[in-house]
């Protein structure tokens, strides 16, 4: 989030050229797509990159690594899973990352949503369990960024004799060295942990209704540590000159995404543990078209993985539509397109841009009528 603008556009880069209608291709990493790819990120406006994480894909912290050298400004937000690696050594990597990078490293804690995901990597513990270790793993982050000198924990999860580090972030929270935390999760169990730890609350791109609603949940969580957060919402926006043509666009995406899932074998996506895909669902149970331009269709037909609900229309029907969001407390923008890199320089071109001065424009006239 710069100095200019209270909201802040995040991306997301991927170790070679994938989506729901581009399957994978060559070998899981493709060195010069990656640099092209957080190029056109910088290049187009955006704030931030997401590098995310999977069971079976490419390291994302090196990801980062790599993506930050060949990139002078874009801060990056690594997507990170609890439970892996302990969390003194994750507070010591995370803290090296943000001094190589020059302070441009955020985390996004991801506690899993899916058994069979994690148990690739062989976590065990169940939804619940999950979440309870996020909430002491981020306490023992904190005591090694903020310590002056070493520790002992004693926790359900973790026991560490004398933790230390010499290694602190650049950036800094109220003074102390902090390496600002984004999370996500929608169930019972993770409220809590939101509330206590979040910088930023990410959901993914449900109606108004639900974001209003779920918001209003963490922000009460928040509250009972005296603390207040940011809120994110992502989406996949569709783009074209008229109305009529980004419906058609979005038309084909759709046809293409069946098409490939049977080519590979995938039925219509059934219901995921998460409690973030069983949100999509049910926004997509009440119509594939809500709000203005929410279209729900892909992420029914995929069963709710990943976000893949869409906003589709014009690049001043978008934003406008984005400021909707703005409008419920919602500062950060995470939007990613159905064909990666190129839809990253067309967002830059003018959905960026005109949400700024929409945004813009509403704070003048708050100010101008207080």
């Known amino acids: 989030m710069s100095q200019d603008s209270p909201i802040e556009f995040i991306g997301m880069i991927q170790s070679q050229k994938v989506s729901e209608i581009h399957p994978a291709k060559g070998p899981a990493i493709d060195r010069d797509y990656v640099r092209a790819f957080a190029q056109a990120h910088e290049q187009a406006g955006f704030d931030r990159i997401l590098v995310p994480h999977h069971s079976t894909s490419p390291d994302a912290t090196l990801t980062v690594a790599y993506a930050a050298s060949v990139t002078e400004r874009i801060h990056f937000m690594l997507a990170h899973r609890p439970g892996f ?4 050594l994750a507070a010591r990597q995370f803290a090296s990352l943000d001094q190589f990078s ?6 996004h804690y991801i506690s899993g949503g899916s058994d069979e995901e994690q148990r690739r990597d062989g976590d065990w513990l169940d939804h619940d369990q999950r979440y309870a270790r ?8 904190r005591k090694v960024w903020t310590a002056d000198k070493p520790f002992d924990h004693l926790g359900t999860h973790y026991h560490a004799e004398k933790a230390f580090s010499e290694v602190k972030p650049v950036q800094t929270l109220n003074g102390k060295p902090h390496v600002p935390v984004y999370f996500g999760g929608a ?12 910088d930023v609350y990410a959901l993914w791109g449900e109606s108004l209704d639900q974001v209003r609603e779920l918001t209003g949940r963490v922000r009460a969580e928040a509250a009972k540590h005296g603390r207040s957060v940011r ?11 008229t109305e009529a043509a980004a419906w058609a666009r979005a038309d084909g995406i759709l046809a293409e995404t069946k098409r ?9 996506g059934g219901p995921q543990q998460s409690e973030g895909a069983k949100r999509l669902l049910a926004a997509a149970e009440k119509g594939t078209r809500l709000d203005k331009l929410l279209w729900t269709a892909v992420a029914q037909e995929i069963g709710g993985r990943s976000n893949s609900t869409a906003l589709v229309g014009t690049p001043e029907q978008v934003a406008d539509a984005l400021l909707d969001y703005y409008d419920l407390g919602v500062t950060t923008f995470l939007i990613r397109g159905f064909d990666p890199l190129e839809d990253a320089l067309d967002y830059g071109r003018e959905l960026i841009p005109r949400t700024h001065a929409l945004v813009a424009e509403r704070i003048a006239a708050k100010r101008k009528v207080a």
């Open 85 to 88: 690696v302990a969390p003194t």
């Open 102 to 107: 020059g302070g441009r490293l955020a985390v």
């Open 134 to 141: 996020t909430d002491e793993y981020l306490e023992v982050l």
């Open 187 to 198: 169930s019972a169990a993770a409220i809590p942990v939101a509330g206590k730890h979040a």
């Open 231 to 241: 809120f994110s919402v992502s989406f996949r926006p569709i783009l074209a000159e």
């Open 260 to 268: 490939l899932r049977v080519v590979q074998g995938f039925g219509r």
